[in-house]
RNA sequence: GCCCGGGUGGCGAAAUCGGUAGACGCAAGGGACUUAAAAUCCCUUUUCAGCAAUGAAGUGCGGGUUCGAGUCCCGCCCCGGGCACCA
């Protein structure tokens, strides 16, 4: 053994050591006991750095954990390998997407390797493999012959940097979450995934996820946005010159019913369906039509800022209330989305953006809830009331508290065919098709004669072709491939062209999970069996910037293939942990996430070389609470290489005292607890306190952080002992037990050192396949507990008193104790307070 | 605007059920060892007063409940995140 701590031979070595043993391969047949362990999956990049390496630090420390715990665990790893970078570098370099993802994928192992972190590899999977994307196509000609994959023209997120479309969920801002270009709108043909067919289960299902932070669930409950309401038919007045109206009606979603007798016009949406028909040869019409060329400009940004002033324009046609049958005027407003029908009914007096909007264009406005003061009055408002109140001037409803009014006016409304309760959902459509080669090609072939036809099963997968130019042009680099472009129609044999579009990465990691317990199968997706066996996932890890995006499309899919009758759960993550984001101060003095592009990285090669791969993985770990943000401090680092060191030198300088103890002679500690003296038992009974509370850390909140200090604070424990050979064999055999508990309890988060350790302690079995250290209940006990003395609350001495003590005789201790009756003296007792274990407290006036 | 988190020493933080605030670590200061440095070890380190014993104050601010509040309640302020012209 050496002396100094030999970090940089001990931990090649032992990476090796697991690799060649097969101990992170899971045998998937033996289903009893199992707990599954999933990373998101990254993206091949090509460098990771320590703020990368958090998740991976946390999850291989909790499979470390679980597999001494007796769990037969499964961790595998994958990567998530389509995507614009490789693309743009390809444009770039010249360098094929695929040459360069792989040789990323081979850089970011060798990284994870040099962590520590462990896994099956026998699972791996690469979603840009044909092997892989296969089986995404597969499940995408499942979902267009089920109606859920469609294809439609829309107005669609476009980055004019990416040269692509994007979905709602990658628009921030009104930017692209990728490159920060402000994301314009086109109409365009595109894919869709039809997602709001699942928004009630999505949004339902969420309770059932006890294992989810509350504020993912908020998160995407927000997203999905699900409001109820009432649906209203206006009924359109006939046009004078007699032309017809592709509708009589237009109808509007509304979840305030109850001020329907305050409406006093109707705007639509810019972009409503038959608007260019109602007006068409009106006098109007011109206005109207540059109106929304106009609204059309208008940025995501422009038109989701608060400070727009709304733009609106009156059509020349009128629509009536059926509530009040009078007639109103029919508008365009730029501030209308198209959401629920694209129209909305205005009431003035009780919705400030129509008081707004009414001021501005001199609308009429009527009131139609009173407060419940009865003070309000049109011409003193400066604003619109939207409160509750009674309903008012609102015929047979005048009166009516307006909660009430909103099912009575929705049952008036049913009853007399002019409307319906209904529900609406914030969440759209997931648009999936990028105009870009990097990504898996939708299996879609367009005929002269069939239409769109799905490519048959046995020709799968479309293979993306190998000679392409990569230059973003706004078509799919694919469509220029001849080659790739030109095929025959599945169904009737003639020629035919191909989608040139492909999927969106999110496809390819909504299933990724399911896939690696089938990684090899070239013969299915989905391996059922397998799949139920060992899913939902026990534990997910990854970050919270995913909370939306990643996290619910794998449910959207999940019950997709659940309802294919593939699976039989329709939920994949039993739990999920999301940790915080590793930041640190950038070259402009601010902190940042950690990223390359902020020039604050951290590159863990040079720390493993200076410290080892122990000392990054304690400290990451060390940092703070997991779920949170963590500053990354270099100073810091020092901290937990020095303990690293102190526990290596501790086992060093004793190693013969600790080989002479017999392994046996631990094992009997607990029944000779009685003739301990006073030093070793506290030692002792410090091991099985520790025990307990890093066993409660890891177990509830993966709170790695208290669980290293608890460590920490034994190995004080274990130096106050002063042992020596004098020592005797008794203080002797509980140092080593002592020690022996350190370095398993630290072996989940620094394996290596605990792994060489543990082997100069004479154990042969590797310490993964140790026991985790049980806590003896009699070790725990103490013959005299400190106690606080309060008087007033305020502490004025502390006390030892015998464990068995009741509460009258610690009562009776307190009273007689002087710095009791020093703070007592002359006054009078009103009562005391004996909380055993813990504190006397003697109210006193 | 609405909905979630959060605010504790110079810094990262801890305090499991309302029960001794600041564990553990970083940084800083002092000391030991050394020719010297590194490494290591020991001591001090919430603030104020005091040589000290000790006392007082103290968990964003103001109230409240309680024998007792970082923790519970009410009202504010600030920071982070999500949603937001969604009718």
Redesign the pocket.
């Known amino acids: 053994m050496n002396e100094k701590y030999p970090f940089s031979e001990i931990e090649p070595k032992w990476q090796q050591s697991w690799a060649d043993s097969g101990l992170f391969k899971t045998d998937l047949s033996d289903t009893e006991n199992k707990y599954y362990c999933l990373m998101m999956f990254p993206y091949p990049s090509g460098k990771l750095h320590v703020g990368h390496g958090r998740n991976y630090i946390i999850g291989d420390a909790v499979v470390r954990y679980k597999k001494m715990r007796g769990h037969n665990v499964l961790s595998p790893m994958g990567w998530d390998a389509f995507g614009l970078p490789a693309e743009n570098a390809a444009i770039k370099t010249g360098t094929p997407p695929r040459e360069s993802t792989l040789s990323n994928i081979a850089i970011m192992k060798e990284q994870l390797a040099a962590w520590g972190c462990c896994y099956d590899w026998d699972k791996e999977v690469a979603s840009c493999e044909p092997e892989y994307y296969k089986w995404t196509q597969w499940l995408f000609i499942q979902m267009f012959n089920r109606g859920l994959a469609y294809k439609k023209k829309s107005n669609v997120n476009w980055c004019p940097d990416c040269a692509t479309v994007l979905a709602n969920e990658q628009v921030v801002d009104g930017c692209c979450d990728r490159c920060d270009s402000t994301v314009i709108q086109k109409a365009l043909e595109q894919w869709f995934f039809k997602i709001t067919d699942y928004a009630q289960r999505l949004l339902d299902d969420l309770d059932t996820l006890d294992g989810w932070p509350?504020?993912v669930k908020?998160?995407q409950r927000?997203?999905i946005?699900r409001?109820e309401?009432t649906e209203i038919d206006f009924a359109l007045v006939p046009r004078e010159d007699g032309a017809n109206d592709p509708s009589d009606k237009v109808s509007c979603?509304?979840?305030?019913v109850d001020t329907i007798y305050g409406c006093t016009y109707m705007v639509l949406?810019p972009e409503y369906g038959d608007l260019k028909e109602l007006i068409a040869g009106l006098p109007q019409e011109t206005e109207v039509l540059q109106f929304v060329a106009d609204s059309a400009k208008l940025t995501n940004i422009d038109?989701?800022s608060?400070t727009?002033e709304?733009k609106g324009i009156f059509t020349g046609r009128y629509v009536v209330n059926p509530y009040t049958n009078e007639k109103v005027p029919l508008w365009v407003g730029?501030?209308?989305?198209m959401?629920?029908t694209g129209a909305?009914?205005a009431v003035p007096a009780h919705?400030t953006?129509d008081w707004a909007f009414a001021k501005k264009y001199d609308l009429p406005i009527k009131l139609s809830i009173q407060n419940p003061e009865g003070s309000l009055v049109l011409t003193e408002m400066d604003d619109a009331y939207t409160e509750d109140g009674a309903c008012f001037d609102s015929a047979e409803f005048t009166g009516m508290p307006n909660r009430e009014a909103i099912s009575a006016m929705a049952k008036k409304a049913e009853a007399e065919g002019f409307g319906k309760s209904c529900i609406?959902f914030?969440l759209r459509d997931w648009l999936i098709s990028r105009q870009r080669y990097w990504g898996a090609p939708i299996p879609i072939v367009y005929c002269d004669r069939c239409g769109t036809v799905p490519v048959n099963d046995d020709e799968l997968p479309v293979r993306l072709p190998e000679n392409v130019e990569f230059k973003p042009t706004g078509e799919s680099p694919l469509a220029a491939s001849q080659e790739f472009m030109n095929c025959e129609c599945p169904k009737c044999g003639e020629p035919a062209r191909r989608e040139s579009d492909t999927m969106d990465t999110f496809v390819d990691s909504s299933w990724y999970f399911l896939r690696y317990l089938s990684a090899q199968d070239s013969t299915q997706a989905i391996d059922t069996k397998a799949a139920n066996d060992w899913l939902p996932v026990d534990q997910y890890i990854g970050g919270i910037e995913h909370a939306?995006l990643h996290l619910l499309y794998a449910r959207f899919f999940t019950k997709v293939v659940s309802d294919l009758g593939l699976i039989d759960f329709d939920e994949p993550f039993a739990k999920l942990f999301t940790q915080g984001m590793i930041c640190k101060k950038g070259p402009d003095g601010n902190l940042h996430k950690m990223s390359k592009s902020k020039g604050n990285v951290v590159s863990p090669n040079e720390l493993i070389e200076n410290y080892g791969a122990d000392t990054v993985r304690l400290y990451t770990l060390f940092?703070?609470?997991p779920e949170?943000e963590?500053?990354w401090?270099d100073?810091?680092v020092?901290?937990s290489y020095?303990?690293l060191?102190?526990i290596w030198t501790r086992v060093w300088q004793h190693k013969e005292l600790l080989a002479s103890v017999s392994p046996d002679s631990c094992g009997e500690l607990a029944e000779s607890i009685g003739k301990m003296e006073k030093p070793e038992r506290d030692l002792f009974r410090k091991v099985h306190e520790s025990v307990q509370?890093i066993t409660?850390d890891l177990d509830g909140a993966f709170?790695f952080?208290?669980a290293i200090?608890a460590i920490?604070?034994l190995m004080?424990a274990v130096?106050a002992v002063k042992v020596s050979d004098n020592s005797s064999e008794q203080v002797k055999a509980v140092f080593r037990d002592a020690m022996e508990k350190v370095i398993l309890l630290i072996s989940p988060f620094a394996p290596h050192i605990a792994e060489e350790l543990w082997k100069e302690l004479g154990h042969d079995g590797g310490v993964l396949s140790a026991d985790w250290p049980e806590v003896i209940e009699e070790a725990l006990h103490r013959d005299e507990i400190?106690?606080?003395l309060?008087v007033?609350?305020?502490?004025?001495e502390?006390i030892f008193v015998p464990s068995s003590a009741g509460k009258d005789e610690i009562e009776k201790i307190a009273m007689e104790n002087p710095a009791v009756q020093k703070w007592t003296e002359g006054k009078t007792i009103r009562?005391v307070?004996v909380?055993p274990g813990?504190?006397v407290?003697i109210?006193v006036s």
């Open positions: 509350e504020r908020t998160m927000n997203w946005g409001s309401g979603f509304t979840t305030r949406a038109r989701e608060d727009l709304k730029d501030y209308v989305l959401y629920g909305v009914m919705d953006r609406n914030r939306i940092i703070g609470p949170k963590a500053e401090n100073t810091a020092e901290g020095r303990f060191k102190r509370k409660h709170h952080h208290t200090s920490m604070e004080n130096d400190q106690m606080a309060q007033n609350g305020k502490v004025r502390q009562k307070i909380v813990r504190l407290n109210a």
